[in-house]
Structure formats: structure tokens, C-alpha cells
């Protein structure tokens, strides 16, 4: 459905100049003024046709047809054909439609530009055109020739204006109707990520429940087959006894494991990975028609993301949009920037705006359910998350690391002096040149990148580096800091 009101809006101006053209072609066949007009006629159906792509253009063209009738390089407005300025209305109606605002402004101006010179092919008359408006209504204006000019620039600008004002009024109601779209959908997927995120966190308590059965079933074995070991001689009775414990305390084990595994199996098909990577250019795309200026730069070549992970970037990003859109409004500027020269996706979100917001200010420090929605993304993904004002407080940005899989072959090149940590989030920081490399499997040190939790205060906003180790715990990650690189 979004489409096909995306293409109707966009084959909206060529439909109309096609029936312009054919209506005054039609309506001047008879009378054999065709082959006269056909210049004119053409003109302004090129300028309908133009409105919405092209709105300068077409906005030439209104003003270059009228003027080469003045100077009657083209025929002039006659008594059967001064309706075809009806083509201006349209120009005016389509390209208000458009979110420019200087833009709009520029068409009224010419509107009354273009009014004024309709009015004096239509009023004054010249030796080459002798017959004007009063001939063909049969009298003139009580008040001369001046006040019919008067009037009929007045009549004219407000058939022009009015057309302005209804494109306007359209692209407003138009432009309520997507927000409020946006926003209804917005809250459904609040309730979907609050679901999924129950189950996440029972999983994640799943998880932790079979690590206590098994480490108390473990504990329990382990001491009664070392007693059994020790008493085997002097007390033979106790092996048995001991056996017996073992195998109940591994049927019972056994039968913990095997509940807590059907539990998180039975949810697979509601938490399966929907959205990738790929989807993030139809969701700029349609933040855009709200009237969002965003612009997307990627650097590097894609790494391989798990399609968890690619889903966790894909909400990532659609959140930090929807967040622009509530507290800046429709005029926000927003930056989307994804590095992938590190060994992970380095995502920085960038959003500025003093448009008026949809929503209330929060006040105090919490971010809301949003951005920790964002940051248990993240942590699930594997990286983590910060979100908090610019450096020049004009913006918010949001900046995200997720590790990508590791390849066999760059375990010992790129990967080795940084672990899964980005070089652009080391550079520079205290420590950075003796960074501790997780090992292989094992998960990075608390309050790390790798944790989910964002880096402490005091370091540039994208995070920290890994704490100290000696030198000889594994190579020293370079130091320089690394710049993002625009023009990649």
C-alpha cells in the first residue's frame, strides 16, 4: 500500500499534463486554432508534468510562456483559449505539495509574477492583438482600463494562491496522516521488542538455571566418587552407597537440562531473525517521505553478521530514527554512518533538528525504554551501546559496536592486536597500547566493549579501551587514533 501511494504521488503530475494537453487540443480542434497553440499548450503541459520532479523547472516555464506571448513569439491568449492559465494553478498546486519551504515561497512569488502578466495579455490591448477581455465580455470595467487589469490580477492571483494553499493543505494532511502511521507503528514495535525481550531475559535466566543445576549436580558427583576413592579400603560399603547417589544426582541433572532446554526451544519461530541488513535502505527510504533529510555513508566491505545481529542493527537503526523524528520533528537532520574496516560493524548515529517534537521532553536522566531497549540489542548481539548528547549539544547520537564472526585466517592478523575491539574506539585512550586480547571463545572483560554496558565516563564518546595487561599477555594494539574516513 506504501508504494502504490508513493507512485500515485509520483505519476500524479505526468497523468495531469497528459489530460491538459488533450482537453485544450480537443477543446481548439474545431475552430482550427491547434497548430497555434500547439507551442503553448505544449509549454505548460511539460510544466505540469515537471511539477513534482522538477519543481524549478517548472516554475520557468510558467514564467517563460506568458513572456514569449508579450513579446508574440508565441500566440497569445484568445477568447476560447485564455483558460489554458489554468495549467499555472497546477504547477502551483504540485509543487506545493513538495516540503521545501523556500520553495513554496518562491511559487507564491512567481504566482503573482505570472498573474500580473496574464492579466496584461488579457487586458491591454496592441495593435497585433486588438481584441482583449472587453471585447470578449462585451464591456469594460466602469473604472478604465487600469482597474480591469487591477481586477483581473487579483481574480488570477487567487486562482493561482488558492491552488497553493489547497497543495499546501493536502502535503500538511498528508504528512499527519504518515506520522501518525509511523507512530501507531512505532508502538507496535515497542510491544514486540518488550516481547522479545522477555523472552531474551528468560532465556538469559534459563541459561542461568542450567549453569546452577549442573554445577551443583557436578559438585555433588565429584565429592562422592572422591569419598567413595578415599573409604574403598576401609570402607567397602560406602562405594556402593556412593554409585547410588551418583546415578540419582544425574538423573535428576538429567531431567533439569532436558525441562530447561523445552522451554527455550518452544519459542523458536516467535524470536526468528525477520529483518537484515539489506532492509535499512527502505526504512531510510520511508522515513524520508516523512520529510526527514538522512543520509547513509558506509566505509569498508560488509563483514559477516549473524541474522540476529543483523536484526539487533536493523532495530538499532530504526529506533535512533523514530527517536529523531519524536524529539526534533519532521525537519531533523540525521547521519547514518557504518564502518566496516575494524573487525565489527561500527555504527554511529548522528541526529539534529530544532523542529517541533512529537513528543514531551523527558526530564532527568533516564533515556527511557527506548534506548535501553537498544542497549540489551546490543549486549544480546555480542557489542554494546551509548547513547547521549553531542559534544556541541546541538544533537543526540547513538554509537554501536558489534563484532562480526571471525574468520580462521585474520584471527592472527587484524583480530589479534584487538580482539573484537574496533581500533577507532582504542586510538588515543589511556591504555590503549597494552590492550588485552580476549582469548579465543571466552568473552570480554566486564565493562568492556563486549559486555553490553557503555564505556565509562571520561572517554571520548564511541568508548574504551580493554584494561592493562603485561606486555607479554599478547601484541600492543596500535595507538594513533583512527579517523572515520568520509571519502571512502
Keep these: 500500500m506504501t508504494n502504490v501511494r ?3 504521488r509520483h505519476i500524479a503530475a505526468p497523468v495531469a499534463a497528459v489530460v491538459y494537453f488533450a482537453f485544450w487540443v480537443a477543446t481548439t480542434w474545431g475552430n482550427g486554432g491547434v497548430a497555434d497553440n500547439a507551442v503553448v499548450f505544449g509549454l505548460f503541459a511539460i510544466a505540469i508534468g515537471l511539477a513534482y520532479w522538477m519543481p524549478t523547472t517548472s516554475l520557468v516555464l510558467v514564467v517563460v510562456v506568458p513572456v514569449l506571448q508579450l513579446f508574440g513569439i508565441v500566440e497569445p491568449p484568445r477568447e476560447d483559449t485564455w483558460g489554458a492559465y489554468v495549467a499555472i494553478a497546477l504547477v502551483m498546486f504540485f509543487v506545493a505539495v513538495r516540503p521545501s519551504p523556500w520553495l513554496r515561497l518562491a511559487a507564491l512569488v512567481i504566482a503573482a509574477g505570472t498573474a500580473a502578466l496574464g492579466a496584461w495579455l488579457l487586458a491591454v490591448p496592441t495593435i497585433t492583438r486588438p481584441y482583449v477581455w472587453s471585447s470578449w465580455v462585451g464591456s469594460g470595467a466602469a473604472g478604465g482600463l487600469r482597474l480591469e487589469f487591477s481586477l483581473l490580477t487579483a481574480a488570477l492571483f487567487g486562482v493561482f494562491a488558492g491552488a497553493w494553499a489547497i497543495g499546501v493543505a ?3 494532511i498528508r504528512r499527519v496522516v504518515v506520522i501518525r502511521q509511523t507512530l501507531e507503528a512505532t508502538e507496535t514495535r515497542f510491544e514486540a521488542t518488550d516481547f522479545e525481550l522477555r523472552i531474551a531475559q528468560e532465556r538469559a535466566r534459563i541459561s542461568r538455571d542450567v549453569h546452577d543445576a549442573l554445577a551443583h549436580s557436578l559438585a555433588v558427583v565429584v565429592s562422592q566418587a572422591q569419598g567413595a576413592i578415599a573409604l574403598q579400603h576401609t570402607r567397602p560399603e560406602v562405594t556402593a552407597e556412593s554409585l547410588e547417589n551418583i546415578a540419582e544426582v544425574g538423573r535428576t541433572a538429567l531431567l533439569d537440562v532436558r525441562r530447561l532446554v523445552e522451554r527455550i526451544t518452544q519459542d523458536d519461530d516467535v524470536t526468528a531473525p525477520r529483518e537484515t541488513l539489506a532492509d535499512i535502505d527502505g526504512l531510510v527510504s520511508a522515513m524520508r517521505e516523512v520529510g526527514m533529510d538522512i543520509t547513509v555513508a558506509e566505509h569498508g566491505v560488509a563483514g559477516e553478521l549473524a ?11 530504526q529506533e535512533s530514527l523514530t527517536n529523531a523524528l519524536k524529539h526534533a520533528g519532521t525537519t531533523s537532520k540525521v547521519v547514518v554512518t557504518m564502518d566496516w574496516r575494524e573487525p565489527g560493524l561500527s555504527l554511529l548515529v548522528t541526529s539534529r533538528g530544532r523542529g517541533a517534537p512529537l513528543v514531551a521532553e523527558r526530564t532527568g536522566v533516564d533515556h527511557g525504554a527506548g534506548v535501553r531497549g537498544m542497549t540489551e540489542r546490543a549486549r544480546l548481539a555480542g557489542g554494546w551501546l551509548t547513547a547521549q548528547p553531542s559534544s556541541d549539544g546541538s544533537g543526540f547520537e547513538v554509537t554501536v559496536f558489534v563484532p562480526t564472526r571471525r574468520r580462521p585466517d585474520s584471527a592472527r592478523t587484524s583480530g589479534a592486536s584487538t580482539g ?16 588485552v586480547v580476549p582469548p579465543a571463545g571466552t568473552a570480554p572483560p566486564a565493562g568492556a566493549p563486549g559486555t553490553g554496558t557503555a564505556p565509562p565516563a571520561g572517554a571520548p564518546a564511541t568508548g574504551t579501551a580493554p584494561p592493562a595487561a603485561p606486555a607479554s599477555t ?9 579517523e572515520r574516513d568520509t571519502h571512502a
Design 474 to 482: 599478547a601484541p600492543t594494539a596500535p595507538t594513533a587514533r583512527h
Design 420 to 435: 573484537n575491539y574496533p581500533r577507532t574506539l582504542l586510538g588515543g585512550m589511556p591504555g590503549a597500547g597494552a590492550a
Design 170 to 172: 493536502f502535503a500538511s
Design 6 to 8: 508513493r507512485w500515485g
Design 307 to 317: 541474522p540476529s545481529q543483523q536484526l539487533a542493527v536493523y532495530r538499532i537503526v
